[in-house]
Every structure is written in structure tokens, then in C-alpha cells.
């Protein structure tokens, strides 16, 4: 069965530092990942996606991530921080059946502070 | 932001109400997901549809109903309400590709407490 694993609840960092939010994945087949951003009292917003092909991925608002198939992870960066990243990070697969579904981690909180 | 759209935001009610909550997207999108979340966990599919006439039950049991007889339309009913229904409940759609490519798009998701 597909899952994905975020290792830690939270993160904080200092503004303008860089940042890392990690994600573990396991799959039996391909891996395409999704990272998603949920601001408080928001629904999930796309950030970016790996289905194949380069395994830095550019995303949104300054957001990469870089897929890493030996260590199974797919960790999300940001060079340098912003106070207004603070939110509800949420790293998923797809299911590798027919719905399409997706399978999310448990989040991770990251904490930017001033 | 996507063009997918949830109402009520916010719902307080009794038990044994029953409710609908509305999910509509403008982008044509044909497929469609349904999902409960509990406070800063992680999200679950209850319901999930491929287009019109289409609904399906996803991963986590669930008292609710769906339907899809709009392609933009997918509400949510819950017959009789229950303080275990308590959570949020998010709404999302994508673009049917052949491939695994499609992006899913959430709506704001509506929080519902059921007294």
C-alpha cells in the first residue's frame, strides 16, 4: 500500500533562513508526489508535484523539492524563509489504483519566526 | 486560487439534523473528492466521483451521501447528524488526464460541529 511519512510535527526556522520540511514516501510502483500548503481556517493549496523527469521540482510562492528515489524522500525547501510561510504542511501521494486519490502524510507545522 | 467553491464555511447544529454541504467548481473538472479532516491531521477520502451519474465511497467509513448530477456540482448529505460527525470536511476536483499528472484542487472545506 502507498503511503507517506512526515517525520516531524514541527519546524521552526528563523526568518530568512533556509528551511526543510521532510517526507518520506512508499510505493510499489512510480511515485508521484504532491506537496500541499493549508493556511488556518483555509483548504489545501498546491504547491508542487513529481511525476517524472528532473528531481528538483520548482514550485509555488518559492518552493522546491527535491525527489531522491535511493532515499525514498521527497523534502521541501526554501532558500530563505518568510514569517508569512508559517502554516500547515502536508507532503501526499497518489494511490496507484483507479481513483486517483490521494494518500496524505500527517503534516508538519512550520513555525517561521521574526 | 482554484475556482472551487464550499458553503457553509461554518455549521453548528443539533444532533439528528440533517444537512448538505455544497462543493461546485468552474472548472469543468470531471473528477471529484471529498475528504474529512480533524484539526491539524491529516486528510481521509469519504466520497470520491469520475463525472455525472458517477459516485464512489472512499477509504474512511462514513454516514454521508453524495451525488453528481451536475459535473460542477457535488454535495454532501448527511441524513442525521451526529457530534461524531464533528470535523472539516474539504472538497477538491481535477482535470481527468490518462495519466498520473492531475492536479487536485481544494476548495476552503467547511467546518462543521454537530452539538
Known amino acids: 500500500a502507498q503511503s507517506v511519512a512526515q517525520p516531524e510535527d514541527q519546524v521552526n526556522v528563523a526568518e530568512g533562513n533556509p528551511l526543510t520540511v521532510k517526507c518520506t514516501y512508499s510505493?510499489?510502483?512510480?511515485?508521484?508526489l504532491f506537496w500541499y500548503v493549508q493556511y488556518p481556517n483555509r483548504g489545501l493549496q498546491f504547491l508542487l508535484k513529481?511525476?517524472?523527469?528532473?528531481?528538483l521540482v520548482k514550485g509555488s510562492y518559492g518552493f522546491e523539492a527535491e525527489f531522491n528515489k535511493s532515499q525514498t524522500s521527497f523534502h521541501l525547501k526554501k532558500p530563505s524563509a518568510l514569517v508569512s510561510d508559517s502554516a500547515l504542511y502536508f507532503c501526499a501521494v497518489r494511490d496507484d489504483g483507479n481513483t486517483g486519490k490521494l494518500i496524505f502524510g500527517q503534516g508538519t507545522t512550520l513555525q517561521v519566526k521574526p | 486560487e482554484a475556482d472551487i467553491y464550499q458553503t457553509p464555511r461554518y455549521l453548528v447544529i443539533g444532533t439528528g439534523k440533517k444537512i448538505t454541504l455544497e462543493c461546485s467548481q468552474t472548472?469543468?473538472?470531471?473528477?471529484m473528492y471529498w475528504y474529512q479532516q480533524d484539526p491539524g491531521m491529516e486528510l481521509h477520502l469519504i466520497h470520491y466521483?469520475?463525472?455525472?451519474?458517477?459516485?464512489e465511497k472512499g477509504d474512511l467509513s462514513s454516514e454521508s451521501t453524495v451525488s453528481r448530477i451536475r459535473t460542477e456540482h457535488f454535495p454532501l448529505t448527511l441524513e442525521s447528524a451526529r457530534p461524531s460527525h464533528t470535523s472539516q470536511y474539504l472538497c477538491a476536483s481535477s482535470e481527468w488526464t490518462s495519466g498520473p499528472g492531475d492536479t487536485q484542487y481544494f476548495g476552503p472545506g467547511t467546518r462543521l460541529t454537530v452539538l
Open positions: 513529481y511525476i517524472t523527469g528532473d528531481n
Open positions: 510505493v510499489s510502483g512510480n511515485p508521484y
Open positions: 472548472m469543468g473538472h470531471d473528477k
Open positions: 466521483s469520475y463525472g455525472v451519474n458517477s459516485t
